[in-house]
């Protein structure tokens, strides 16, 4: 049976402050340290914390290249599925390209080319992101590189990750803290007149602090706006002016393109909303296809979530994915 090194041997060469004891749960002290002293642990700790996920990769990926993959010995069943992680993470990114910066930036920008990870850290690193901004700032820059779906659509649907431009509550409230955002000037720039039949409407979803922008982006994407359904959600929703429990689906015109159903439909929508961020009810989209009944293929759904009906093309970083 192999020897297992104990702890206090393996901390005692960090070199603690007298009278501070770790053990694999606890951090304990037998006197009053100084403030030097707890500022020079805090360094210690902090070091550790930020090179032991790159000490383990590189243990893993070393004991592989030696030994082959006898290294699965050294992982416990506890500890496998992170342990090996780290050495993908540490595998994607030469030792010589990781920067001063934490292991969970260098974890954001594992998957890219090394070119781009270089790119990326250095971003975070003269912007001062946390992992989340690093993370959220790549998913946008992809989603800006996504091709629009080709040919050309007689009805548009539209959910823009719009940018509030606040952090509120950090896991609450802004969008910044649930996808990658899009601002006002972002959302103008993109070529969506080019997927628009001479005849079209379009249906864009313009959160209620944000209307005039709502306005701006039909402009900008060559429609002219027509009316509006107004979605009461029920729960209600922190604001700065009120408790905000409504959203403005707008509807606006390319061409001629008057709805094909007789039904006039109430322009107030009741629908408790999904626990899900900013996630929109199904009945919008057949609401839609009630007032223009499909034609084949001939609509598309822009920043869509999850799957969609056969008739119904999608675009967005979270097309196809499972709906929440």
């Known amino acids: 049976m192999r020897e297992i090194v104990d702890v206090p041997e393996i901390v005692g060469a960090l070199r603690l402050p007298q009278g ?19 500022l020079s642990l805090g360094e210690l700790l902090g070091a550790c914390e930020k090179a032991v996920q790159w000490w383990i990769g590189d243990f893993l990926n070393e004991f592989e290249h030696q030994h082959g993959e ?18 993908w993470v540490c595998r994607s990114i030469e030792k010589s390209l990781r920067k001063d910066i934490s292991y969970k930036h260098h974890e954001a920008v594992a998957p890219l080319a090394p070119p781009d990870q ?3 850290l250095a971003r975070a690193i003269e912007e001062k992101w946390g992992v989340h901004e690093l993370r959220r700032n790549i998913k946008a820059s992809k989603l800006a590189a996504t091709p629009l779906p080709e040919g050309k659509y ?6 823009p990750p719009w940018k509030y ?31 628009s039949a001479d005849n079209a409407v379009l249906f864009l979803w313009t959160p209620a602090p944000l209307s005039d922008n709502g306005f701006i982006v039909a402009r900008e994407w060559k429609f002219h706006y027509k009316a509006q359904f107004v979605w009461d959600k029920v729960r209600h929703n922190f604001g700065h002016y009120n408790s905000v429990r409504h959203e ?15 039904e006039l439909h109430d322009s ?4 408790e909303r999904s626990g899900e961020h900013s996630a929109k009810p199904p009945y ?9 009944p499909p034609q084949g293929v001939d609509r598309v759904e822009l920043f869509a979530r999850g799957e969609l009906p056969p008739h119904w093309r999608g675009w967005g970083n979270e097309y196809g994915k499972n709906a929440a």
Not at 154 to 159: K, L, Q
Not at 167 to 194: K, N, R, V
Not at 268 to 271: D, E, S
């Open 118 to 120: 270089q790119t990326w």
């Open 20 to 38: 501070v004891t770790l053990t694999p749960t606890a951090l304990a002290t037998t006197r009053r340290l100084s403030v030097g002293e707890w």
């Open 70 to 87: 006898k290294y699965a010995q050294a992982v416990s069943p506890a500890q496998a599925d992170t342990w090996k992680n780290y050495a």
């Open 268 to 271: 107030v929508v009741t629908l």
């Open 154 to 159: 007689r009805v548009i649907y539209a959910d």
């Open 284 to 292: 919008f989209r057949e609401l839609i296809d009630r007032m223009y």
């Open 165 to 195: 431009g606040d952090e509120l509550i950090e896991g609450y409230g802004a969008a910044e803290h649930h996808y990658p955002t899009m601002s006002l000037e972002q959302l103008c720039e993109l070529p969506i007149c080019d997927l």
């Open 248 to 262: 403005l689906l707008l509807i606006a015109t390319r061409g001629s393109c008057m709805p094909e159903s007789g």
